[in-house]
């Protein structure tokens, strides 16, 4: 069973849509969660840290449930500039272990 | 602040020689770095991690002799792959943190993809 599964997509959405990624993770002890962002060909940017009780930055919220061990990204009002790959990231603690997804590709078409 | 260098951004080499790539924190210092590797469709694989003035500690499968890893000051570290093969090529992307523990943020440089032939 892979660390950090993710459904690969890809979400193709039109302009406007919200859009919705799930991730699991296999470790419970694991101690911090991101979301990062990839672009084609570049190196992964960091989206956004989630928190258990749930954070939300403009148009995008993440949700932690450590009980079910699922990570959630929420986008509203999808912009063409959204169009990339997200990748779901867990931090393993101990020497700040970063274990990726495989991404899932968002493509938003006008 | 925090930007993260790599050089050379892409390399074609022959089967059999070796390849260095560098890793720079151009604004901060950086006690340790990580090195990944990312397959075509495949999620970013964490190779090694280096702290400054000592070993790398290499993830298991990661052949130490075959990627050299240093990390000699606290703003460079270089991966070296050694008689590379076409199966080596990949992209290639280091990470710079302040320090060692989940509380340091992970500045990624831009990546090398190697192309081996």
């Known amino acids: 069973r892979k660390e950090v599964e993710q459904d690969p997509g890809p979400f193709n959405v039109p302009e406007g849509a919200t859009v919705a990624f799930n991730c699991t993770y296999s470790n419970s002890a694991s101690q911090s969660f991101f979301w990062y962002r990839q672009d084609c060909r570049k190196e992964p940017k960091l989206l956004m840290s989630?928190?258990?009780s749930g954070n939300e930055d403009g148009r995008f919220t993440a949700q932690l449930n450590r009980a079910s061990q699922y990570i959630s990204l929420l986008i509203r009002d999808s912009k063409l500039s959204d169009s990339a790959t997200y990748l779901c990231v867990v931090n393993e603690g101990g020497y700040n272990k970063l274990i990726f997804g495989a991404g899932t590709r968002l493509a938003v078409h006008p | 602040g925090a930007v993260v260098s790599q050089h050379p951004s892409w390399v074609i080499c022959k089967s059999g020689t070796s390849v260095k790539i560098e890793c720079r924190s151009l604004d901060f210092q950086a006690t340790t770095m990580f090195w990944y590797r990312q397959f075509p469709k495949q999620s970013l694989m964490l190779m090694a991690t280096s702290n400054e003035g000592s070993k790398a500690t290499y993830e298991q499968g990661v052949e130490k002799d075959k990627f050299l890893i240093n990390h000699a000051s606290l703003t460079l570290s270089t991966l070296t792959v050694t008689s590379a093969h076409p199966e080596d090529s990949s992209f290639y992307i280091c990470?710079?943190?302040?320090?060692?523990?989940?509380?340091?943020?992970?500045?990624f440089g831009p990546g090398t993809r190697l192309t081996v032939t």
């Open positions: 989630v928190y258990s």
């Open positions: 990470s710079a943190s302040q320090g060692a523990n989940t509380y340091y943020e992970q500045y």
